[in-house]
């Protein structure tokens, strides 16, 4: 009777029962089957309170704003900046792409909203500019787990919950690494690119007009 709860959670596993829902199962067996001494009222009590933290609201917040970027077009304004600013380097959209996940970084958090974005936006931009498919895909990847780094990113919300640390703290600990991640990645895919012959996506550099008119677009994003 011991192991009921493990093997309730690997049998709710292997179910396809999704993670929380096993766990769940588990741990009311537990209470129900093995520890009489716990009131059932404050068991559930417990479980409820402990879905109710503020600060966990970010995490469905955030992704929920990375797809509103998606479909209100804020996302292809980032990236027309990110193309002015980057377009004219050695294989330039996937310099874009990397620089596009440092700005995600502080708008939506959410490495996998990101990688859902531009695997939608840009990497059928880059196969159809020459670009291999795996190494989209690997630039994609790579380049979105900066996006957590870069706060507002939910595991800094995550981890600072946990730990009991100041949340500003966190946030102020996590550009410059964030930055770097971002710097060595742009590094990689210009060295791959120059071997592979990646071509930019722009003719020659913006000028700091050009800029300034993108910026104006795209600042509200």
Do not use: C
Request: glycine share 8%.
């Amino acid at each position: 009777m011991a192991y009921l709860p493990v093997i309730i959670v690997f049998v709710l596993y292997f179910s396809s029962i999704p993670i929380a829902y096993a766990l769940f199962g588990a741990t009311i067996s537990y209470f129900t089957f093995l520890d009489a001494t716990s009131p059932a009222h404050l068991v559930f009590q417990r479980i409820i309170t402990s879905t109710q933290s503020f600060p966990l609201l970010a995490i469905p917040f955030f992704i929920m704003a990375g797809s509103i970027m998606n479909y209100a077009g804020i996302s292809d304004k980032l990236m027309k900046f990110t193309d002015v600013l980057m377009g004219h380097m050695t294989g330039g959209l996937a310099q874009v792409n990397v620089l596009l996940s440092l700005l995600m970084g502080g708008v939506s958090g959410s490495a996998n909203a990101d990688a859902a974005m531009q695997g939608k936006m840009l990497v059928p931009e880059m196969e159809k500019r020459g670009y291999g498919r795996a190494f989209s895909a690997a630039v994609t990847a790579a380049s979105s787990a900066s996006t957590p780094v870069i706060p507002p990113g939910i595991n800094l919300i995550i981890y600072a919950l946990i730990a009991s640390v100041s949340v500003t703290k966190m946030f102020m600990a996590g550009y410059v690494p964030g930055v770097l991640m971002a710097v060595a990645m742009m590094i990689v895919v210009a060295i791959i690119s120059k071997k592979r012959g990646y071509k930019p996506s722009r003719e020659r550099a913006a000028t700091f007009g050009e800029i300034m008119t993108q910026l104006k677009e795209s600042i509200w994003a």
